[in-house]
Structures are given as C-alpha cells and as structure tokens.
C-alpha cells in the first residue's frame, strides 16, 4: 500500500521569499503523485502531476515539483511566496494498480507574512 | 463548464439519525470518488463508483453506502450517525483514468453531528 508524509504541519514565509513544501511517499510500485491546495471552506485544487513523464513538473500560480525516486521525495516549490499562497497544502499518491484510489497526506498550513 | 456539484453544503444532523449527501460529477466525468475530511486533516478515501458499481473502498464501516447513477451522479449515505461522522465530505469526479488526469473536486458538505 501507498502512503504520504509530509514534514511540518504548518510553513511560515515573508512574501517574496522561497516557498518549500516536502512530500516523501512509499509505494512499491511506480507512483504517480499530486500536488493539491485548498482554501479555507473550499474544496481541493489541483496545483500539478507527475505522471511518469519529466521529472520536473511545473503547475498553476507559480508551483513546480521535482520528483526524486531516490529520495522517494516530491517537494513543491515556489520562488516568491504571494499573500493569496496562503492555503492548506497536501501531497497525494496513487498508482496504476490500485485503480485510482489516491491516498492524501496530512497536509501543510503555508502562511505568508507582508 | 460546470465542475464538481454538491448539496446540501451545509447539514446539522442529531447522532443516530441517517443523512444522504449528493454529488454531481464534471461534465464529461464518470468516476466518483467520496472523501472524508476532518478538521485539520488529510482527506480519507470512502470509496469510489465508476459503471454504477463499488469499485474501491476505504477503511470505513457499513453504515457508509453510497450509489452511483446512470448519469454518473453519486449519492453517499451514512446511517446510524455518531458525533465522530462530522467532518468536511468531498466528492471528487475524475475519467478513470485518475492517475494521468486527477480529480476535480467539490466544495463539500459540512457535516456536523450533534
């Protein structure tokens, strides 16, 4: 079975700075993996995918994610954090054999300080 | 384009009594998967419908059914309810092949138990 963690519950940046979300996942098969975000009393967005294809995904707003099979890791990035950035952030995996059931991480509160 | 639908949004509910939430998929969409997420917490895998059946399910007890239509709309019903049910309820909508393409999510229904 899959799994997600996600170091640190909640991130704090100053607006203009570096944004770093870390996701490691286990699977024992090739993964695909997910980067969602979701604003207070909404539901979840998609932010961007890696589906096997480049290691380097860049997605909506700004977001890019590496994945890295050695590391088992799928960190999200942002060079320049904005005030709107501020949401819950979470990482999820699935795989081709476990019909499309994806398995969501605790998730990452990201502030953003003016 | 319309996305993900659901009703009610909102729902106050007394232990032991029965509720039915509803969902609605993106056009074009014909599996959906249903999401239990409490505060401050990842989103937990109910199950998922696709052809009207049960395809994949979580770690979840009977008193959680669910339906799928021909119109790919989906019902989720959770009977008996306890004070530990209440929680953010996501659909989420997708093809089936979820791993390439994602899901595309509803706003929810917020469940509270009394």
């Known amino acids: 079975a899959q799994s997600v963690t996600q170091l640190g519950s909640h991130v704090s940046v100053s607006e203009g700075a570096l944004v770093l979300l870390r996701c490691n996942y286990s699977?024992?098969?090739?993964?695909?993996l997910f980067w969602y975000v979701q604003y207070p009393n909404q539901g979840l967005q998609l932010l961007l995918k890696?589906?096997?294809?480049?290691?380097l995904v860049k997605g909506i707003n700004g977001f890019e994610a590496e994945f890295k099979k050695s590391e088992t890791s799928f960190h999200l990035t942002k060079p320049s954090a904005h005030m709107s950035d501020a949401a819950e952030y979470f990482c999820?995996?699935?795989?081709?054999?476990?019909?499309?059931?994806?398995?969501f991480g605790p998730g990452t509160s990201l502030s953003v300080i003016p | 384009d319309a996305g993900v639908t659901q009703s009610p949004t909102h729902l106050i509910k007394t232990r032991g009594q029965q509720v039915t939430l509803r969902c609605s998929p993106k056009?074009?969409?014909?599996?959906v998967s249903w999401y239990q997420q409490a505060l401050g917490q990842g989103p937990q895998f109910i199950f998922q419908?696709?052809?009207?059946?049960?395809?994949q399910r979580g770690n979840f007890p009977d008193r959680f059914s669910g339906h799928q239509f021909p119109n790919y709309s989906s019902e989720l019903n959770v009977n008996a309810l306890l004070l530990g049910d209440s929680a953010l309820y996501l659909c989420?909508?997708?093809?089936?092949?979820?791993?390439?393409?994602?899901?595309?999510f509803g706003s929810g229904t917020r469940l509270t138990v009394v």
């Open positions: 890696y589906t096997s294809a480049a290691t």
């Open positions: 056009s074009g969409h014909d599996t």
């Open positions: 999820a995996v699935t795989t081709k054999t476990s019909y499309d059931k994806v398995i």
């Open positions: 989420a909508s997708s093809l089936e092949l979820a791993e390439l393409y994602g899901y595309t």
């Open positions: 419908y696709y052809e009207e059946e049960e395809r």
């Open positions: 699977s024992s098969v090739p993964p695909y």
